[in-house]
């Protein structure tokens, strides 16, 4: 027992230095392998969070992506007053938006009505795509929101029919309204799908569709302006599913609407495969993202340990490597006491290992032989191969594991700035390149010794630091040694750059070309040598209704076809007569181009030659234009020529006549008056003036005719002159008349006894196209027109009223003549009744349209332009002369009319005096005021046949005596002086022929203080 006790003493004796080598080696061993235990960890969250923020960047990109690519679709629909089924279809079919947006469960456009307008949306869209179209609202509300069009993704489900009301699902709602208040994106909030993932929710991104040109800078203005809204379904889930390459398969994402997260707003929930949520420690990486106005909150969550396997077990490696080593250590120590136990035979070992050493130095001596013939071998290797590397054109290199260069050719060093290719050894890219280029260059050679794959046929831009800019064709490769392993990479690059010009001068050229063939408005067509075509641009395609997809390789005599204008028969292939000719054409604007759907169009046309350098003929192009517009306008300018050619005839007649009207209606009105008429006398008076009214009527249309009259505008609401017009047609029971026309009606500018007249002809052509009786609609609505919707009108607000009649209706030979002087098809017509309705309309900046379908009737709509100042009301005129004092000058160039005015003002109380012009007007007048016995009034005429008239006249007075008061008369009502008297400084106006009651009425108007007050403001 004590002697075992003693060998284990002794041992331990012996050993002790061995024993304390092994415990202070292995306190430093468990302090290192806890700091690698530490940084692994480290490298893991560093790690973690790049592959997060990728995910996240990946994300949001592909969620802004999708909110654009809304913003396209409401582009779209704002690009046309009114989008077909077709359109839609087509836009979306061949813009491949739910292919290439897989976020996308359904696209679609709803059409916002107001509940009165529900019955006209209805009958619009029948008309438009499906006749049993029906749109039944759930709720009673003020406005609704119909589908209109929809688009379904493959393998997706919630599509709805046509006319589904979309404001049934209160997300949608209000993400629609919101959208239309902000005028712009916005997403709605989460809603749950039928059938979908408990965990899972979609959302509705919602963009409003305005009107062209409309106001949009308040909330009111886009409220009024808003046609509808393109709308998408968007499900996170189907988005993040698109970007599994994007975000590493280890993380757990989860998406939530809102700043916080919680299984209410839960939109998408994924767990990492293979990694529980009870798997250890987890890091977590949380953001907020906007996504169309909305908050997101996303957040990646992934276990602390995801790094690769060697690493995991690097701890263990690290220790198990360090035991070794103590234990080694421990080995030396313990046989380094145990040398002075064995150093005799250690001696003894020490001759055997002499005589292995001779041994040895023989070998190595041969060894020393194949070595230096292997040598010079090798330096005749090594003389090959720098003549090929300081000859070949392209450039050649060798690097290290750090990307240094080993050895390269001579081309490699020369845009270096070097003279010998060894002077670039133990240098690198970023001795020479910018940052950018080297880094990538970095990672491409580390990436080939990591995975020992080539990366061959690479385009690569070469930033040099003196700013040169190079393109290169590279190919890079791992360079090993004899047992494989890979000690570098070497790679071969070729100088393409000018052929990089090339291709983006080429690339640049045809963006050009495709960018003016989109923006030109013509249409453009382009053919090879065999007549087919080979581009069709934009306009192009609007115009023949073909894709471009459709007509490439098809002959431009089956896409391109036109007949003649005049008789209807088929007109050549133009591009067979230039291919036959070899010379251009041109058209007399005489060709109708018919469409794929049969829409003619009236076109202009010229065809060319295309010519290659050798001047061979390898093409034709073909440039046409739509002037339906221009023929349209032309007919408009033909139909106004002719009522202004025999206008002047009509003008001067009715001056005249008026002249000697005024003669007659004096006298008649002064033997009215006398206190000595009787009975009989003033009914037989009171006829021939009621003969003499009629007679100032048709001067009156006379007038009207000769140039539409210069109306005398206000403004006015023109609710009340549709009561008063239609309540005098409304006496004959055989005929009634149905007057639509709100209060809310925009007010017009103009002239309310001219608007009364045409639009009483306009009745009165109505009702005699009913012999039997029938029904006459009256309608005024508000329309806002874009540009080039109603020709030749422009764009802005208009009042439209509309008289329709289901009369016999008027033929197609004689509607384009109604309007013409003289042209009448009764037998006691006159024809001027719808050239005045014409002229007045035209006078007032509007235009009028007509439609008419035998044996169905006849429709008349008047556009007027509508204004912002507020309505006057027509003040109702004297009805008996007012007897009175003063003193009036009376200017005019025919006797009768200065003897009637004379006795007119006698018998109202005034004292008259009279002068033949301008020049005895104001003679009289300074003269009158130099005696102290002024005038009260003048009464001036316009047109003087010898002499100052009454513009020159008033100028002259006024400047003589500025409180001058001046009234204007004339028989020309159509003057602008007569219009807009104010503008030259009179104070009241008075057309010829006059009673004594409107004398009356005009003269005390001028010269009361109401009258000077209303001039004054």
């Known amino acids: 027992m004590n002697s075992g006790k003693h060998q284990v003493a002794s041992y331990f004796r012996r050993n002790s230095i061995a024993f304390l080598v092994l415990l202070f080696s292995l306190i430093p061993l468990f302090i290192a392998v806890n700091r690698v235990r530490l ?151 989460p809603f749950k799908m039928t059938g979908g993932k408990l965990d899972q929710r979609n959302v509705f991104g919602v963009a409003p569709v305005f009107f062209q040109n409309a106001p949009l800078d308040t909330e009111l203005a886009r409220k009024r302006a808003v046609k509808g809204v393109v709308f998408a379904q968007i499900d ?119 005589e292995t050493l001779r041994n040895a130095n023989e070998k190595l001596l041969r060894q020393i032989e194949e070595k230096e013939i292997a040598e010079e071998m090798f330096a005749q290797e090594h003389k090959y191969l720098r003549t090929l590397l300081e000859n070949l054109p392209d450039k050649v290199y060798f690097k290290d594991r750090e990307s240094r260069f080993l050895r390269c050719s001579l081309e490699v060093v020369k845009p270096m700035g070097l003279s010998d290719a060894s002077a670039a050894a133990g240098k690198g890219d970023w001795d020479f390149f910018d940052l950018e280029h080297s880094s990538k260059t970095r990672a491409d050679e580390t990436w080939i010794m990591e995975t020992g794959q080539p990366l061959v046929g690479m385009i690569e831009k070469e930033v040099w630091k003196n700013g040169d800019v190079r393109w ?84 431009c005599n089956a896409v391109f076809q036109t007949i003649d204008f005049a008789d209807h028969s088929m007109r050549p292939d133009p591009v067979s007569l230039v291919l036959l000719t070899g010379a251009m054409t041109k058209d007399d604007e005489s060709s109708l181009l018919q469409g794929k759907d049969g829409r003619l169009t009236h076109i202009s046309q010229c065809a060319a030659p295309i010519f290659d350098r050798s001047k061979e003929l390898i093409g034709t192009v073909v440039v046409f234009r739509d002037i339906s517009v221009k023929k349209k306008t032309e007919e408009e300018l033909l139909k106004a020529s002719k009522l202004e050619s025999v206008g002047v005839l009509a003008g001067g007649i009715a001056h005249e006549f008026n002249n000697v009207l005024t003669s007659v209606m004096g006298h008649l009105s002064l033997a009215r008056l006398s206190p000595h008429s009787t009975d009989i006398l003033l009914q037989r008076i009171g006829n021939a003036e009621e003969a003499a009214m009629r007679a100032r009527e048709l001067t009156q249309h006379l007038l009207t005719f000769a140039t539409g009259g210069t109306p005398i505008r206000k403004p006015i609401q023109l609710v009340q002159v549709l009561h008063n017009v239609t309540q005098v047609w409304s006496k004959d029971p055989a005929v009634t008349i149905q007057l639509d026309a709100k209060p809310c009606l925009w007010i017009v500018e103009g002239d309310d006894s001219q608007l009364s007249h045409a639009l009483n002809n306009i009745l009165r052509n109505a009702h005699e196209a009913m012999p039997e009786g029938g029904k006459i609609k009256v309608k005024a609505e508000n329309l806002r027109l874009v540009s080039g919707e109603r020709p030749p009108l422009p764009a802005g607000q208009f009042v439209c009223v509309s008289i329709h009649d289901n009369g016999i209706g008027i033929s197609s ?87 009637v005015a004379g006795l007119m003002l006698d018998l109202l109380g005034y004292e008259a005096e009279t002068a033949r012009n301008g020049e005895e007007t104001i003679l009289a007048y300074r003269k009158a005021h130099e005696m102290g016995n002024p005038f009260d009034a003048v009464i001036m005429d316009l047109t003087i046949t010898n002499g100052m008239g009454g513009k020159e006249t008033i100028r002259t007075l006024k400047e003589m005596f500025p409180q001058v008061k001046c009234v204007v008369s004339s028989g020309y009502s159509y003057d602008p002086v007569m219009a807009h008297y104010r503008d030259y400084g009179f104070v009241g106006v008075m057309p010829k022929p006059y009673r004594v009651e409107e004398l009356s009425r005009v003269i005390l108007e001028a010269t009361s203080q109401k009258t000077e007050e209303l001039s004054q403001s």
């Not at 480290?42 to 592959?51: A, G, N, T, Y």
């Not at 947006?101 to 359904?106: D, E, L, T």
């Not at 069009?149 to 589904?164: D, M």
């Not at 009744?833 to 006849?858: A, E, K, Q, W, Y």
């Open 39 to 189: 940084n692994i960890q480290s490298r893991q969250k560093v790690r973690f969070e790049q592959l997060a923020r990728s995910a996240h960047l990946s994300i949001e990109n592909e969620i802004r992506r999708h909110g654009d690519e809304l913003l396209g679709l409401k582009s779209f629909a704002e690009s046309s007053s009114r989008v077909t089924p077709e359109e839609w279809n087509s836009y979306i079919r061949n813009s491949a938006i739910l292919a290439r947006f897989k976020g996308f469960q359904s696209v679609g456009y709803a059409e916002f009505v107001l509940r009165e307008n529900i019955g006209e949306h209805v009958s619009s869209m029948r008309s438009m795509s499906d006749p049993e179209y029906l749109f039944s609202p759930v709720d009673v509300k003020d406005s609704f929101f119909p589908l209109v069009y929809q688009s379904i993704a493959e393998n997706a489900s919630g599509a709805r029919p046509t006319g589904t009301d979309m404001s049934t699902t209160p997300q949608f709602e209000s993400a629609a309204k919101h959208a239309i208040s902000l005028g712009k994106a916005v997403l709605s909030e």
């Open 236 to 354: 996170p889930a189907r988005i993040v599913a698109t970007l599994q390459k994007q975000i590493d398969p280890r993380l757990s994402l989860e998406i939530s609407d809102g700043h916080f997260v919680s299984p209410t707003n839960r939109l998408f929930l994924s767990e990492a495969a293979g990694y529980p949520e009870t798997s250890g420690n987890r890091f977590n990486y949380q953001v907020v993202i906007t996504c169309m106005g909305r908050l997101w909150t996303l957040s990646f969550l992934a276990p602390a340990v995801f790094s690769e396997e060697y690493e995991l077990f690097f701890p263990y490696f690290a220790f198990a490597g360090g035991a070794c080593l103590s234990l080694l250590l421990f080995v030396l120590a313990r046989m380094e006491t145990r040398r002075r136990f064995e150093a005799e035979k250690l001696h003894s070992e020490v001759r055997k290992a002499a």
């Open 472 to 555: 290169v064709l590279s190919t890079k490769m791992p360079y090993r040694d004899q047992e494989g392993n890979i000690l570098g990479t070497f790679g071969t690059s070729k100088d393409i750059t000018e052929l990089k010009k090339a291709q983006e001068y080429l690339a640049n050229e045809k963006e050009l070309l495709d960018v003016t063939l989109r923006s030109i408005g013509d249409g453009v067509i382009s053919t090879d040598a065999n007549g087919k075509i080979i581009l069709l641009n934009t306009v192009g395609e609007e115009l023949t209704g073909w894709k471009k997809e459709e007509a490439m390789g098809v002959h």
């Open 813 to 899: 030979e004689i509607l384009g003549k109604i309007f013409d002087p003289y042209f009448t098809t009764k037998k006691k017509g006159i024809g001027i009744g719808l050239s005045t309705v014409f002229s007045i309309v035209r006078r007032h900046d509007g235009h009028i349209f007509v439609n008419s379908v035998p044996g169905l009737g006849t429709t008349f709509e008047v556009m007027l332009p509508a204004c912002t100042l507020p309505a006057k009301e027509v003040t109702e005129p004297i009805q008996q002369p007012l007897l009175t004092r003063g003193r009036v000058l009376v200017m005019d160039d025919e006797e009768p009319i200065l003897s």
